[in-house]
T-cell receptor
Framework: AQSVSQHNHHVILSEAASLELGCNYS??????LFWYVQYPGQHLQLLLK??????LVKGIKGFEAEFIKSKFSFNLRKPSVQWSDTAEYFC????????????FGGGTRVLVKP | NAGVTQTPKFRVLKTGQSMTLLCAQD?????MYWYRQDPGMGLRLIHY???????AKGEVPDGYNVSRLKKQNFLLGLESAAPSQTSVYFC??????????FGDGTRLSIL
């Protein structure tokens, strides 16, 4: 079955540190890729998306992600995190045959220490 | 512009009780979705709808029913609640091939 894997369940880091969250999917065809963020007690918000074109995608709040098709990966990065980046981050994909249905990874909880 | 609104925000049920969660969107989106969120499992799709009057099963549909009588509303029903349905439920909506917009969630506990 197709799936989305996020390698780290929990990440703890200090302010100004760099962040990279891994995401891999298991599907050989065309995909649309997303990263969503969920701040404590809030709903999911879209950070960035990749549909086609430049595989390096820039999103909101200084986040970016790189689509590497050969590695089936879509890792999220931020060069310098802030305390306000404490949240849970979800990678998600839409498979080409699946209409608009999102398949989510299990999420990564990020705690940024002040 | 409210976006996606879910009611209620919290609910406690006893095993065997029934209830309906309401999702309303004011963005004229064709697609609507119901997810449940459980720790370590991300969001899993329960049911979805690609237009008024249509519904389809998602990844975890058992124990739930849905209806989309109006384009702006998508109802999720639990006919006989079970403790395994304790979760946070999210509704989302979108246009075709566009990112989904999520509601604030409904925290449901079943005792």
């Amino acid at each position: 079955a197709q799936s989305v894997s996020q390698h780290n369940h929990h990440v703890i880091l200090s302010e100004a540190a760099s962040l990279e969250l891994g995401c891999n999917y298991s599907y050989g065809g065309t995909v649309n890729l997303f990263w969503y963020v969920q701040y404590p007690g809030q709903h999911l918000q879209l950070l960035l998306k990749y549909f086609s074109g430049d595989p390096l995608v820039k999103g909101i709040k200084g986040f970016e992600a790189e689509f590497i098709k050969s590695k089936f990966s879509f890792n999220l990065r931020k060069p310098s995190v802030q305390w306000s980046d404490t949240a849970e981050y979800f990678c998600a994909v839409i498979l080409e045959w699946a209409g608009n249905k999102l398949t989510f990874g299990g999420g990564t909880r990020v705690l940024v220490k002040p | 512009n409210a976006g996606v609104t879910q009611t209620p925000k919290f609910r406690v049920l006893k095993t065997g009780q029934s209830m309906t969660l309401l999702c309303a969107q004011d963005m004229n989106h064709e697609y609507m979705y119901w997810y449940r969120q459980d720790p370590g499992m991300g969001l899993r799709l329960i049911h979805y709808s690609v237009g008024e009057g249509t519904t389809a099963k998602g990844e975890v549909p058992d124990g739930y029913n849905v209806s989309r009588l109006k384009k702006q509303n998508f109802l999720l029903g639990l006919e006989s609640a079970a403790p395994s349905q304790t979760s946070v439920y999210f509704c989302a909506s979108s246009r075709r091939d566009q990112p989904q917009h999520f509601g604030d969630g409904t925290r449901l506990s079943i005792l």
